[in-house]
């Protein structure tokens, strides 16, 4: 059991251990939950770094934010922790320039909820973790699986340049999408997902459902599809009933349900959106809300069978609970898993088809 995770040492227990001073690549959120982990473990941190152009005097929690040439002249030696994602190739090269020069790890925090993604981890939930690897429709899904587990646990970032599949593949390869598509779309940003689809589909469609609760994003994505037939937008949260949530707004794509906010949103189900209605596709990117809205679709799910896109990196469990469940709602689902460029593992998903 577990015999495809290789790496038994996590990313943390590595920077422990090290003798060369450690500085954290980045600032701002992932910087900050990075070093909340390095306090707990007592990792010595020597520094703070970001891009040249983010460099004007800045201080981050008391500490000077230096450029990279400056501490490669002054310090020579050291080791890089990535503490932000990048998912544009400028900047992942980037990235691999440094790790070329420098011990680099990029620790895995989960972008919702608590707890580290460790081997100890996986051991506690090994039955699931081994149920997911054995249940993939393909060699590759179950290589991309066992990467994406060994980077989690060890920072390594050539892990996923191994595994990276440009979004093209996965289109035209498993997901396929018709011109009378009934899609629904979870997490619709500024339509950014709806024109993917339009450009594999020479922009025809049966009916589109397009799901957005941050009210800046919702705008964006009134203005994308105005003008557009058959199409229905919700300014809510993707959720198991129908119901209201509190709801925490944050820039682009990170807002997200909060205990912490007295905002309230609308939720809505997929099975309450569509009435009975069939739905052909159904994309999901809820902010590490994926299990709820999965509920919320479970009639659709076990009826229907729609092609599924679903993230798998928000939570720790995700990778696992996710397609164990979308396999119990609809046992005659093929899965696959597909990793897109991007550093962390971010763009991690399960392609759900029949």
Partial sequence: MLSFITEKQSCWDRLKAEKKPIFI???GDGALKIMSVFKQKKITLSGIFASDDFV????FEG?????????EEAVGDFVVVLAFAAGYREIVD?????AARHTLYVPDVPVAGTGLFTYEYCEKHADSIDAVYNSLADDYSRKVYANIINFKISGKIEYLSAVTTPKEDIYKKIIRPAQNESYVDLGAYNGDTIRELMEFTHGQYHKIYAVEPDRKNFRKLTKFVDGMRNI??????AWCVDTELPFSAKA???SAISADSDTMIECRSVDSILEGKPATLIKMDVEGYEREAIWGAAQTIAHYA???MVSLYHRNEDIFELPLLIKTLNPDYQL?????????????NLYAVK
């Fill in 336 to 348: 696959y898993i597909r990793h897109q460029l991007y550093i962390p593992a971010w763009e991690t």
């Fill in 63 to 71: 500490f000077r934010v230096h450029k990279l040439s400056e501490i």
């Fill in 94 to 98: 980037k990235i691999y320039s440094i």
């Fill in 306 to 308: 729609p092609k599924m």
């Fill in 232 to 237: 229905d937008i919700y300014n809510a949260a």
């Fill in 56 to 59: 004007r005097g800045h201080s």
């Fill in 25 to 27: 690549y980045g600032m």
């Fill in 252 to 254: 682009g794509r990170q």
